[in-house]
Each structure stands twice: as structure tokens, then as C-alpha cells.
């Protein structure tokens, strides 16, 4: 791209200014393979239908990868909001659709080093499945063309936390009920099986994410068949945010 390639010119130079030109060559050379690679930032445009279409489902996997690596090294790609919101408006070409808590802690675009257009986000409090979710989830890859549906999870889920400790509390408490599975599959667990023992509340994230990865399989046959005919990944992934990385399962 152009503006990538002005952009690393002008680090080298300088760099060159800087540090001379010894230097320069080795410290420009580690710089220039980092932007080649997308690890620093850069100016990024809306994605168009053709752009969308012609990505395979593991190209925007791994798109998703990089783009976390991005932001948990603090390299996100330089955007002018502003000008994407006029450029999206003829229509909305997003590679992906992810399945977040509703945490404030997890700003969803950015952990994937992603703009206006680029995502589907569904949120609900536990990152869970229901008949509203999938229908959001089926829109966004069938009906829109998304290629990867991602399950994101976050360490010390309040959510799956006041499962683990049956919490009552009006519409919370019916809510709860779609992330108490995920406890009692952990029956055998050793530990304590509450929300204040770490390694138990990790646990139920992993497998909250996991069975709800589960239950989109059995109960959408839409996305079950496009994963099945390699139109689509289904992921699950957990978001650490002490560090700002995702990691990714199955």
C-alpha cells in the first residue's frame, strides 16, 4: 500500500538522522520487516464486497490474530473514524462476527485491531447463545458474508462468576440460567467451586465458551452447514486483560 510505504520511508530516514548509518541499517531493516508484517500502525480503509469476498475463512482467522497482536503491543492501525462512518454508509462488508460479554473492559473492535465495517458485534452479559444471538450471528455470515464467528471470553467474567454463586436478582437471575451449565459440567472439579477461586472461575470461562461454541453447532443449521462446507470457522477464544491478548480455542 502507498501510505504504508511512505510511512516506512519516513522512519528510516529517520532513523538514519538519529542514529547513523550503521545503525540505520540494522534497526531499519527490523522496522521495515515489522510494518511489512502489520505489526505497526497504518492507515486502513473501509473493506469493500470484493475485499470480502475474496478472503478464505482462515485468512480472516488469521487477520484477527495479527490484528490482536497489534493491539496488545500497542501498534493499532491509524484510522479516521470520521471518514469511515461516510464510506460505510452504501453498505457494510465485515470479514467476522464476534460473540462478546458486555463487558466495558473489552472494546471488541480494537482488541482485534479492527474499524467501522469490519465487524459484526453481538453482546450480551457471559458472551452465551440464544435464538436472538443466532439469528444475529446467521445474518452476519450467511445473509452478509462473514467468515469467521468468534466466541470471546474475558478472565473474571462477573457474568459467569455470579453463576458460580447463584446469584438472584431479577431478569439476572433467569439470565444466569444459560451459564449454569458450564458450572455443573465441572462437577469434578478438586478445588473450591466458587466465584473467588481463580483456577474454578477460569475454568467456567473456558467451557462457557466452549458449550455455547456447542450450542450455535446444534441449534443453527445454517452456520453448522457453512462450517461444514468451509464457508466459515467457528472459534472460541478468551481475552486476557491484564495483557490485551486473545487466546484462541476449540
Not at 456447542?214 to 462446507?229: F, G, W
Request: aromatic share 6%; net charge neutral; with cysteine.
Amino acid at each position: 500500500m502507498k501510505n504504508s510505504s511512505v510511512f516506512k520511508q519516513a522512519i528510516l530516514i529517520m532513523v538514519a538522522i538519529f542514529c547513523g548509518t550503521s545503525t540505520h541499517h540494522a534497526i531499519g531493516q527490523e522496522i521495515g520487516q515489522e510494518i511489512d508484517a502489520g505489526l505497526l500502525p497504518r492507515e486502513k480503509r473501509v473493506m469493500t464486497r470484493e475485499e470480502q469476498k475474496a478472503l478464505k475463512p482462515q485468512e480472516v482467522l488469521n487477520l484477527l490474530r495479527t490484528g490482536n497482536q497489534r493491539y496488545a503491543e500497542g501498534t493499532l492501525t491509524q484510522r479516521n473514524h470520521s471518514k469511515q462512518i461516510r464510506a460505510a454508509v452504501a453498505g457494510q462488508f465485515p470479514k467476522a462476527v464476534i460473540l462478546s460479554c458486555v463487558d466495558s473492559r473489552v472494546p471488541v473492535e480494537d482488541v482485534f485491531d479492527c474499524g467501522i465495517g469490519d465487524l459484526f458485534v453481538a453482546r450480551v452479559a457471559g458472551n452465551f447463545a440464544n435464538t436472538d444471538i443466532l439469528g444475529s450471528m446467521e445474518f452476519a455470515c450467511k445473509v452478509s458474508g462473514s467468515k469467521v464467528a468468534v466466541v470471546l471470553g474475558h478472565d473474571n467474567c462477573g457474568a459467569v462468576r455470579a453463576a458460580i454463586d447463584r446469584v438472584e436478582l431479577g431478569n439476572i437471575t433467569k439470565m444466569l440460567t444459560r451459564i449454569e451449565p458450564a458450572v455443573d459440567s465441572l462437577e469434578d472439579y478438586p478445588g473450591q467451586k466458587t466465584g473467588d477461586d481463580p483456577k474454578f472461575l477460569a475454568k467456567v470461562i473456558e467451557r462457557n465458551v466452549l458449550m455455547t461454541i456447542s450450542y450455535i453447532r446444534k441449534n443453527s443449521p445454517i452456520l453448522k452447514m457453512m462450517e461444514e462446507d468451509g464457508d466459515l470457522i467457528i472459534v472460541g477464544g478468551v481475552y486476557d486483560m491484564d495483557t490485551g491478548k486473545v487466546t484462541f480455542i476449540d
